[in-house]
């Protein structure tokens, strides 16, 4: 049966994450602080912070997961040089895909499922949530050398050094199941909130509505991807396409 915007804040009530909603549009935005020193990404304020808005559409079959402006190049002078990046970044991860507004200079990471009449399950919701938050965190440096250098230096997802063992674990959890479980220990910790002047900011902008029956939930947790960006080993199989 196709899913629903309180089936999907079931997932979040999991693990006690903190969320605004807008019930009448089927529009969740979620923050996830990230460990900063394990983690080139900053948002527009400079911060180690990505938001996420997970849209529950066409009546409930169709879901989609994205990170908005979690870059913009409005004024970058080396545009095509990050346009020319995505599609290759895009081929190496599963699930993830880039849009790239030409009018704004937006580059939103997501992540779409198309349900249809099958139901929606807390490990497929978890892993495209982590599919945008890992892909945003590991591929943060290649998108940024491109902006400021216009250089395409896909070398560096190479050089990067192997982490610690929770780490490794993770990769070879995910490399077997994909679930949701690992998730748990990764989005957890104290991270900002989006408050209500924020989350009507968001909602405006990107979807014209004012979030009027938004409400927080949780106990004031936010998701905090702790470990940062995390070794993807063989997951970046090429199963994306490209779009935008």
């Known amino acids: 049966m196709p899913t629903s915007i309180d089936e999907v804040k079931g997932f979040l009530d999991e693990y006690e994450l903190r969320y605004m909603v807008d019930e009448s549009a089927g529009v969740i935005l979620i923050g996830f602080g990230c460990d900063p020193d394990e983690t080139t990404y900053r948002d527009s304020d400079g911060d180690a912070h990505v938001k996420v808005v997970i849209e529950v559409m066409e009546e409930g079959s169709f879901l989609r997961v994205a990170a908005p402006f979690a870059w913009k190049l409005d004024a970058c002078i080396h545009r095509s040089a990050v346009l020319g990046v995505l599609p290759a970044l895009q081929g190496r991860y599963k699930m993830l895909r880039f849009d790239h507004d030409?009018?704004?200079?937006?580059?939103?990471?997501n992540v779409e499922l198309a349900l249809e009449d099958a139901s929606l399950t807390s490990d497929q919701f978890h892993r495209a949530v982590q599919a945008v938050l890992r892909g945003?965190?590991?591929f943060d440096p290649v998108i940024r050398r491109a902006m400021q250098t216009g250089e395409v230096a896909l070398e560096i997802l190479d050089d990067r050094p192997r982490h610690t063992s929770s780490a490794r674990r993770l990769a070879a959890f995910?490399?077997?199941?994909?679930?949701?479980?690992?998730?748990?220990?990764?989005?957890?910790?104290?991270?900002p909130a989006v408050d209500d002047d924020e989350a009507k900011a968001i909602f405006e902008r990107i979807f014209g509505i004012g979030a009027e029956t938004k409400e927080p939930h949780g106990d004031g947790r936010d998701g905090e991807a702790e470990g940062g960006d995390r070794p993807d080993t063989d997951e970046e199989d090429g199963e994306a396409r490209k779009a935008g």
């Open 102 to 109: 030409p009018q704004d200079g937006e580059v939103q990471p």
């Open 174 to 191: 995910e490399e077997e199941a994909g679930g949701s479980e690992e998730l748990a220990r990764v989005i957890s910790g104290e991270g």
């Open 136 to 138: 945003i965190q590991r």
